[in-house]
T-cell receptor
Framework: DAKTTQPPSMDCAEGRAANLPCNHS???????VYWYRQIHSQGPQYIIH???NNETNEMASLIITEDRKSSTLILPHATLRDTAVYYC????????????FGTGTRLQVFP | DAGVIQSPRHEVTEMGQEVTLRCKPI?????LFWYRQTMMRGLELLIY????????DSGMPEDRFSAKMPNASFSTLKIQPSEPRDSAVYFC?????????????FGEGSRLTVL
């Protein structure tokens, strides 16, 4: 699976959009981009995933560049409860279900 | 749905003792994963099962660690003998599909402290 690069930390004001970037320049055509988050002391939680089209669900939006070498997770209206570590993971379609977590981005939402 | 259930939530033991962590996956899920999380190494995949069969145990640190899945609704991770460096939070996760849509559902973790 391709490697991902994320900034170690980011801040965001409550109520503003949080835009979390992820680089995956070696991604191949059969690999999806997944986002999970981990709130302190809890297990990781699935947020969203995509292949090449932009995706949106009740939690977030995922924007994938046309060349698929990077993506951005958008939390449209961040709240204090969104403070967490956010993991961007690339996984091949044909691969097994295992997910390999990197170091992620620690998002701090402040009042 | 109760989600993935792990027990115990907290375990404090002394070096050399046997530790058994338990996991009940979500009913109907056919994949089960054991992860370990420490400050130094982050989240590490230890082993995972498909239909109760171990598929990849390359992340198991050493022979002191063993995992079993005797049926679709139960798995154990055993450490014998335990060492202080095994102190970590151990997460169990399950998923239902083998394809790209296979979201993993995590339990709340078992925090192990080995003195």
């Amino acid at each position: 699976d391709a490697k991902t690069t994320q900034p170690p930390s980011m801040d965001c004001a409550e109520g503003r959009a949080a835009n979390l970037p992820c680089n995956h320049s070696t991604i191949s055509g059969n690999e999806y981009v997944y986002w999970y988050r981990q709130i302190h002391s809890q297990g990781p939680q699935y947020i969203i995933h995509g292949l090449k089209n932009n995706e949106t669900n009740e939690m977030a939006s995922l924007i994938i560049t046309e060349d698929r070498k990077s993506s951005t997770l958008i939390l449209p209206h961040a709240t204090l409860r969104d403070t967490a570590v956010y993991y961007c993971i690339v996984r091949a379609i044909y691969n097994t279900d295992k997910l390999i977590f990197g170091t992620g981005t620690r998002l701090q939402v402040f009042p | 749905d109760a989600g993935v259930i792990q027990s115990p939530r907290h375990e404090v033991t002394e070096m050399g003792q046997e530790v058994t962590l338990r996991c009940k996956p979500i009913s109907g899920h056919d994949y089960l994963f054991w992860y370990r999380q420490t400050m130094m190494r982050g989240l590490e995949l230890l082993i995972y099962f498909n239909n109760n069969v171990p598929i990849d145990d390359s992340g198991m640190p050493e022979d002191r660690f063993s995992a079993k899945m005797p049926n679709a609704s139960f798995s154990t991770l055993k450490i014998q003998p335990s060492e202080p460096r095994d102190s970590a939070v151990y997460f169990c996760a399950s998923s239902i599909t083998g394809g790209a849509g296979g979201e993993l559902f995590f339990g709340e973790g078992s925090r192990l402290t080995v003195l």
